[in-house]
């Protein structure tokens, strides 16, 4: 099987590595000068995870080629994942050159985090072809990929969507709806505005408050969602009691929830606290990378 990759900055390389371990034949097109040195480097950086994960991780750059003319590159290739820049324009551009080019049987995924299939789509002539396959940052590690069709994608496209991401190992779950930055993101997005109300407020630090999330919420959220963990939280009666025993002061306290600013001041706080991280993003990542596939 052949997939393309369009746009190989942070998510592209690292869908090519996954899709090379799992033993794809992956044509790159991104039009950076430099592109084949900066993906093969990177790709090299991601070896020693995909090996700790138990997939297979040699011969992945005899899998890899580069193409710089979108045209060509997607000539004759079975899945097109496109990772472009986050711009509606560049999208249009780049989504109808794919179909002017690509096979008539050739599935049309793209990573974007927040634009919707269906305002991509209206650069094709076949719209039904296009659908979202959102990752979570990075690719060859995170299980999930929000599958999001458009107005009009096939129901035949999500379902080849769908076997296409647990062909590469990975968890897709199909949106009832498209909803501005999805679910994760959302969620992400709802969490870290009271994370954020909290430092600013004074009541824990950064660090106090990671601390609250990796040693609580994260932990049982590996292995139990948010409806399971209250379901099981309601003993015998199980979410509706929980419901209904502990519902009210669950209601009371979202009236009490922090509606903070990313104003001037509480940057600055922010960004001051950060540094008592210590070390380097760089070696902060790497200690994080680790620790990350320990878990899994
Ligand atoms: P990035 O800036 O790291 O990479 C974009 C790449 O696209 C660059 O290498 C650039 O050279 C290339 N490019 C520019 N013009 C192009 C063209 N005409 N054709 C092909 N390639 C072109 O961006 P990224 O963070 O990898 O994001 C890519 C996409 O993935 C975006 O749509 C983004 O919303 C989505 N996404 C990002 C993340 C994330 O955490 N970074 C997570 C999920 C989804």
Same mark, same amino acid.
């Given at each position: 099987?052949?997939?393309?990759?369009?746009?190989?900055?942070?998510?592209?390389?690292?869908?090519?590595?996954?899709?090379?371990?799992?033993?794809?034949?992956?044509?790159?097109?991104?039009?950076?000068?430099?592109?084949?040195?900066? &993906?093969?480097?990177?790709?090299?950086?991601?070896?020693?995870?995909?090996?700790?994960?138990?997939?297979?991780?040699?011969?992945?750059?005899? /899998?890899?080629?580069?193409?710089?003319?979108?045209?060509?590159?997607?000539?004759?290739?079975?899945?097109?994942?496109?990772?472009?820049?986050?711009?509606?324009?560049?999208? @249009? *551009?780049?989504?109808?050159?794919?179909?002017?080019?690509?096979?008539?049987?050739?599935?049309?995924?793209?990573?974007?985090?927040?634009?919707?299939?269906?305002?991509?789509?209206?650069?094709?002539?076949?719209?039904?072809?296009?659908?979202?396959?959102?990752?979570?940052?990075?690719?060859?590690?995170?299980?999930?990929?929000? &599958?999001?069709?458009?107005? /009009?994608?096939?129901?035949?496209?999500?379902?080849?969507?769908?076997?296409?991401?647990?062909?590469?190992?990975?968890?897709?779950?199909?949106?009832? *709806?498209?909803?501005?930055?999805?679910?994760?993101? /959302?969620?992400?997005?709802?969490?870290?505005?009271?994370?954020?109300?909290?430092?600013?407020?004074?009541?824990?630090?950064?660090?106090?408050?990671?601390?609250?999330?990796?040693?609580?919420?994260?932990?049982?959220?590996?292995?139990?969602?948010?409806?399971?963990?209250? @379901?099981?939280?309601?003993?015998?009666?199980?979410?509706?009691?929980?419901?209904?025993?502990?519902?009210?002061?669950?209601?009371?306290?979202?009236?009490?929830?922090?509606?903070?600013?990313?104003?001037?001041?509480?940057?600055?706080?922010?960004?001051?606290?950060?540094?008592?991280?210590?070390?380097?993003?760089?070696?902060?990542?790497?200690?994080?990378?680790?620790?990350?596939?320990?878990?899994?």
């Amino acid at each position: 099987m052949k997939a393309t990759i369009v746009g190989a900055g942070v998510i592209g390389v690292s869908w090519a590595g996954l899709m090379a371990s799992r033993g794809l034949e992956v044509t790159v097109s991104d039009p950076a000068p430099d592109i084949e040195a900066q &993906v093969r480097a990177g790709l090299a950086e991601l070896v020693p995870a995909l090996r700790e994960l138990g997939l297979p991780a040699e011969g992945l750059d005899a /899998r890899l080629s580069f193409e710089a003319d979108l045209a060509t590159a997607v000539a004759d290739t079975d899945v097109v994942q496109e990772n472009g820049p986050e711009r509606l324009d560049l999208k @249009h *551009k780049i989504w109808s050159t794919i179909e002017a080019a690509a096979p008539a049987h050739a599935l049309f995924l793209t990573s974007t985090s927040g634009i919707p299939a269906t305002e991509i789509a209206t650069a094709l002539q076949r719209p039904e072809r296009l659908i979202v396959g959102h990752p979570f940052n990075p690719p060859h590690l995170i299980p999930l990929v929000e &599958v999001v069709p458009g107005e /009009r994608t096939s129901a035949e496209t999500v379902e080849r969507a769908v076997e296409f991401y647990r062909s590469l190992g990975k968890k897709p779950i199909v949106l009832g *709806k498209e909803v501005p930055g999805f679910v994760a993101n /959302r969620l992400q997005a709802a969490i870290f505005r009271e994370c954020v109300h909290l430092v600013a407020d004074g009541v824990v630090t950064e660090q106090q408050l990671d601390d609250v999330v990796t040693s609580s919420l994260g932990q049982r959220w590996a292995v139990s969602g948010p409806f399971l963990s209250f @379901h099981l939280g309601g003993g015998a009666g199980g979410l509706p009691h929980f419901l209904e025993h502990l519902g009210p002061g669950l209601r009371k306290r979202w009236g009490q929830l922090g509606t903070p600013d990313l104003d001037e001041p509480t940057v600055a706080l922010l960004s001051e606290q950060a540094a008592g991280f210590g070390g380097t993003v760089d070696e902060l990542a790497k200690a994080r990378d680790t620790a990350q596939i320990a878990v899994m």
